[in-house]
């Protein structure tokens, strides 16, 4: 029976292939497909304000109060965040990545790679709460300043009302901080990935033909990295558009995307606007993967 079984399904291998792709299909259909699907109806429904159930009928009042100044400015605030979270990680990665692609020796880059991913084998929360420490005002950034005579500079920065706060850790300054270190391994691989992919030949024929350091930069391996940069781009801009524990944590006031969702679903019950919340980063992250496309970013992978 069995070998009969075994030849059936030697002779026809596009079933084989079915089978083995039939249970991750079934669960991404019913599992994540299906909760954004569920998210998408939640987010036409309403929430009566007098008996606080959701009205189960079609309506856009629920996203009409996506459009007033205080959520536009939660969406902007959010996307700037993820925008400039992203740019540090690309010039912090950027660098670091071309050395271990280029110049690092087998045993540095096996050091480096261990070095980058070893945070990502503890806990996320861990991570987040030994920062909590770090930025504090009792904490080694505050002691250090004290330390170098500078903690007037740093008392003046806090100072401001947009970046600043009562200390590192209780400032957008802080929760930059955090989202950078965070997400940092997530840029660095895929840069140096795509940097190891780029033909040394082609390298030397950029200088054979009399181009400097920069214009071989320019020209050559930027745009054959450019694919690795997207795709790290991908990871720190989505996943700072839906964190909430790094804003709840480090923020001030100011709410975040991530956080005004748990504070509508979990605090108020406001399931309808919680979901219309969390359709923004998908729309989003939709038109910023149509600019990276319009750009030639996937041309290459």
Avoid at 215 to 237: D, E, H, K, M, Y
């Amino acid at each position: 029976m069995l070998q009969r079984i075994s030849t059936y399904l030697y002779l026809r291998p596009k079933l084989i292939l079915l089978l083995l792709l039939l249970p991750p299909l079934i669960w991404f259909l019913v599992v994540y497909i299906g909760a954004l699907l569920t998210m998408l109806i939640n987010s036409f429904f309403s929430l009566d304000s007098f008996t606080g159930q959701v009205v189960h009928q079609f309506t856009l009042k629920t996203y009409a109060k996506l459009l007033i100044p205080t959520n536009l400015q939660i969406f902007f605030r959010t996307t700037l965040m993820a925008l400039t979270v992203t740019i540090a990680c690309i010039i912090v990665a950027f660098p670091l990545s071309y050395y271990v692609a280029r110049f690092a020796s087998p045993r540095m880059k096996t050091f480096l790679y261990l070095a980058i991913t070893l945070p990502l084998w503890s806990s996320y929360v861990v991570r987040v709460y030994s920062w909590k420490l770090i930025l504090a005002q009792e904490g080694i950034i505050s002691w250090f300043a004290r330390l170098i005579h500078v903690d007037g500079l740093l008392n003046w920065y806090l100072s401001s009302k947009l970046l600043g706060g009562p200390s590192l850790g209780v400032s957008i300054t802080g929760v930059f901080l955090v989202f950078v270190y965070i997400w940092l391994p997530y840029m660095i691989l895929p840069i140096q990935t795509a940097l190891e992919r780029v033909p040394k030949s082609l390298i030397e024929a950029s200088s054979d033909l009399g181009a400097n350091p920069a214009q071989t930069f320019r020209n050559v391996i930027l745009p054959l990295a450019f694919p690795g940069v997207v795709a790290g781009s991908i990871f720190t801009f989505s996943l700072t558009l839906g964190d909430f524990i790094v804003p709840s944590l480090f923020g001030n006031s100011s709410f975040f995307i991530g956080k005004a969702v748990l504070t509508y679903q979990g605090t108020s019950g406001n399931i309808p606007l919680a979901a219309a919340f969390t359709m923004g980063p998908i729309v989003i992250m939709i038109v910023y993967l149509l600019i990276a496309r319009r750009l030639g970013a996937f041309n290459a992978l």
